[in-house]
């Protein structure tokens, strides 16, 4: 018999998660910049419906990398970053441009760089549509992406000119994790076996740290809440991930999204949230477990 207010479970915390320095920082000064001047941001600061509403209710507008006009003088370069040639179109197009992509994506910029100038054929370990992605390989004609093993196989890359020998160099999305990226390099060595393949680790930190930190969870819990965005795809990938681990995970988007029946056989609850969450949310998230936990 359960005694009065005697907790159900417990709520363990993973020690990683939720958003990280760039997208905050990105948020930051768009908050910043929207409460003085008119803005419309190129793309989503953070794939959050609360982020985006919370921007707009300053007056932020929201537009496309890929449009070539917006209603604003201001315009604003979210934290995946963007080519040099995006950023460029911009400019010349008039528009006063604040760049707020994350230092570990300019980063990413710069290792792709080295690897053309040193006549690599550029590939990106990532989802081609992603704006990172697109970003990377916007100033290099030749450059493709490949997500998945499947896409390996079907990779096709020029033949160099005679007497140059074929060499790949890769870098991954920040977002990736780097076990998939070390299966996605084995792949191309394995397709392209007499080529030098040459992949520089451009995972995040934070997203290290992160991946790190949900398999120490699922070593304390069996049932995982992921918060985050429905739109959110690393919010997705750690609900993914937990189920590779062997937990049960629910992905919600807010305390109102908790069933009070998931908890009816758990003695302890793991807590975890995607890059574009917002702290406060976490929290109402944690505060409503609680609840139901001395319910
Ligand atoms: S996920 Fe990593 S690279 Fe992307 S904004 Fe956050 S810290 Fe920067």
Request: no cysteine; net charge negative; glycine share 6%.
């Given at each position: 018999m359960r005694l009065e207010n005697e907790v159900k479970f417990d709520v363990i915390e993973a020690s990683h998660m939720g958003m990280c320095f760039g997208v905050k920082a990105a948020i930051e000064s768009a908050k910043q910049l929207a409460s003085r001047r008119n803005v419309t941001i190129l793309g989503e600061l953070a794939h959050n419906a609360r982020v985006r509403e919370s921007l707009e209710k300053l007056g932020a507008k929201h537009g496309s990398?890929?449009?070539?006009?917006?209603?604003?003088?201001d315009v604003i370069i979210t934290a995946h970053g963007t080519s040099d040639t995006m950023r460029t179109k911009w400019q010349n197009l008039g528009y006063r441009v604040t760049d707020t992509t994350c230092p570990l994506v300019h980063k990413t910029h710069a290792a792709l760089s080295q690897l053309v100038a040193s006549g690599y054929t550029p590939l990106v370990?990532?989802?081609?549509?992603?704006v990172e992605a697109r970003g990377l390989m916007?100033?290099?004609?030749?450059a493709q992406a490949v997500l998945t093993v499947h896409d390996v196989h079907e990779l096709k890359l020029d033949t160099p000119s005679r007497g140059t020998r074929l060499k790949i160099g890769v870098v991954s999305q920040?977002?990736?994790?780097i076990t998939h990226c070390e299966k996605i390099i084995l792949a191309i060595k394995k397709k392209f076996p007499h080529t030098e393949v040459k992949f520089i680790d451009t995972v995040c930190r934070p997203t290290k740290q992160r991946q790190s930190a949900i398999e120490d969870l699922c070593t304390k819990a069996k049932l995982i809440i992921v918060v985050g965005g429905a739109n959110s795809n690393n919010t997705a990938q750690l609900a993914r991930k937990c189920e590779q681990l062997g937990c049960i995970s629910y992905h919600v988007q807010?305390?109102?999204?908790?069933?009070?029946?998931?908890?009816?056989?758990?003695r302890r609850v793991g807590l975890t949230a995607g890059t574009s969450t917002p702290d406060e949310l976490i929290t109402q998230v944690k505060k409503k477990l609680l609840e139901i936990s001395r319910s």
């Open positions: 990398l890929a449009d070539d006009k917006a209603t604003t003088n370990i990532g989802k081609a549509d992603h916007g100033d290099f004609p030749t920040t977002t990736q994790q807010s305390p109102q999204d908790l069933r009070p029946e998931w908890f009816a056989a758990t």
